[in-house]
């Protein structure tokens, strides 16, 4: 039997295959010399995999995916939490930056 396929949809529109390490590599820059294990950063992909093919759907846009990697990093480290955040919004300048620390 073979896998159901998830695609995320871009900002532009553009459609990708969902990639489980592509999200790793987002978690693991995020949590650089951060005291967050390899195992934890699995989990956390394992999580957010479990919710987007639990939709039911074969496409989910690119926010819901970043919002919900943000939200993990928020519980588990607030470090890479804004290390994801700061690529993730493309913060325009300090000032939202603040903002967003100050949310924490």
């Given amino acids: 039997m073979e896998a159901p396929r998830l695609f ?4 532009d529109g553009r459609r990708e295959q969902y990639s489980r390490e592509k999200i790793l590599a987002g978690l693991r820059k995020a949590c650089e010399k951060r005291p967050i294990s390899e195992s934890r950063m ?15 759907e074969s ?3 690119s926010a819901l995916v970043g919002e919900k990697l ?6 588990l480290d607030p470090v890479a939490y804004i290390r994801f955040a700061s690529v993730y919004r493309s913060f325009r300048d300090i000032e939202s930056f603040r903002e967003e620390l100050a949310q924490l």
């Fill in 8 to 11: 995320v949809v871009k900002k």
């Fill in 42 to 56: 699995e989990a956390v992909a394992a999580d957010l995999e479990r919710e987007l093919f639990a939709r039911g």
């Fill in 59 to 61: 496409e989910v846009p």
């Fill in 70 to 75: 943000m939200e993990a990093l928020r519980q």
